[in-house]
């Protein structure tokens, strides 16, 4: 921990237990008429204390506590009500779920995602689909194919594509994000060029330079802040700092708030990617551009890289929004930050209700 930094990590402590508040009430003002969702919404769980059990038929569940005073919430499902939830995802929580629990949840199709505080998924489960074996060969058959490069230059050139509409959609047209789409540009038509393309190395070289020019244009953005007389915070958190591919590394200890943030956002991708490969008929675990090594879903992994930047769109929208404070988060040992559990359930509620499932129907649509 740096020197002069004192984290109050106490859930009682004032500034821990408004800012808990705050976010447990936070709704995102829309403007005009308020959108209807034509899809189940997930039902997103924190604190501790969660319980989900099966009483008279129906799946009860109690919300955790995350700052005191708080009043226990209770939810009540009934088999076949159209208001289920499609998933029920646990964020650095504590708790109990029953046998019979699972088995309510199995038969109503509803998923279970866990993450724990680093926003790492810890457990995803559902039910009720197989593998098809013609899909599982056509993945096998086309490994170290030209199929296959040609399939990742897709992924890659779609991912450059969802970099630049980020870009735009965050910072406008300015000359200097102008510039950064040209230089993307650039790279994706290096990427699409068989020819210049003509390896997986190649391909991930050519990534890699746009995402320097990507990651570098959110360098040095200043976030809000307010209530700093009450606890500091490390001054590195003032702004964006420098992005890079470290995060793949190093993601077990995320050192700034909007990493962490982001590693939420990123599972919960992962969680709705394997959802749907797996739904599809696909076998999570034979990938085209990644590979197996030290990677027990390689598939997922590349069906993830073109919606990175959708995510990093929300992720970068909502930490812009928003004013924060030292309550928000809390360092440990190793100096890690952490979200107050109420912050991290508002970035996994917009992430969620992004529906990526959408998605990745459509870069599975094209298989072949």
């Known amino acids: 921990m740096g020197q002069g930094i004192s984290i109050d990590t106490r859930s009682d402590a004032p500034d821990w237990r408004d800012r808990s508040e705050y976010w447990r009430n936070y709704r995102e003002p829309k403007p005009g008429r308020r959108k209807k969702f034509k899809y189940r919404e997930p039902l997103i769980l924190c604190g501790h204390g969660i319980r989900i059990r099966v009483d008279h038929g129906t799946l009860l569940i109690r919300d955790g506590f995350t700052h005191y005073p708080q ?42 995602v866990q993450l724990n505080w680093r926003g790492q998924v810890t457990f995803s489960g559902s039910s009720g689909f197989a593998a098809n074996p013609k899909l599982v060969q056509w993945q096998c058959e086309i490994r170290n194919s030209q199929k296959s490069l040609q399939l990742t230059r897709r992924l890659i050139a779609t991912k450059f594509d969802a970099c630049s509409e980020t870009l735009l959609a965050i910072f406008g047209n300015s000359d200097p994000i102008i510039k950064a789409i040209t230089q993307i540009s650039s790279w994706k038509r290096k990427v699409i060029n068989p020819q210049e393309a003509s390896s997986p190395g190649r391909i991930l070289g050519f990534e890699g330079m746009a995402a320097s020019i990507y990651y570098r244009t959110w360098h040095d953005l200043p976030l809000k802040w307010a209530g700093l007389w009450k606890r500091p915070v490390p001054a590195t958190w003032s702004r964006i700092g420098a992005r890079s591919m470290s995060w793949q590394r190093e993601s077990n200890n995320a050192r700034h708030p909007l990493n962490t943030m982001l590693n939420y956002g990123y599972a919960l991708l992962m969680s709705e990617v394997r959802t749907e490969i797996v739904s599809a008929g696909f076998d999570p675990s034979i990938g085209i551009a990644h590979r197996r090594e030290g990677n027990r879903i390689p598939f997922v992994y590349d069906l993830m890289e073109p919606l990175r930047p959708i ?19 809390t360092i440990n040992r190793q100096g890690a930050c952490r979200l107050n559990p109420q912050l991290a359930k508002a970035v996994a509620t917009k992430i969620a209700k992004m529906k990526l499932g959408a998605a990745v129907k459509g870069l599975l649509a094209a298989p072949n």
Do not use: C, H, Y
Request: hydrophobic share 45%; glycine share 6%; net charge negative.
């Open 71 to 112: 009043e226990s919430e209770e939810i009540r499902f009934f088999p076949g009500d159209p208001n289920l939830p499609d998933r029920i995802i646990i964020l650095d929580a504590s708790g109990a779920i029953t046998f019979d629990a699972f088995s309510w949840m199995s038969n109503q199709k509803l998923a279970l």
């Open 311 to 329: 995510v990093d769109r929300k992720i970068l929208g909502f930490a812009l929004s928003n004013t924060f404070s030292p309550g928000d988060f």
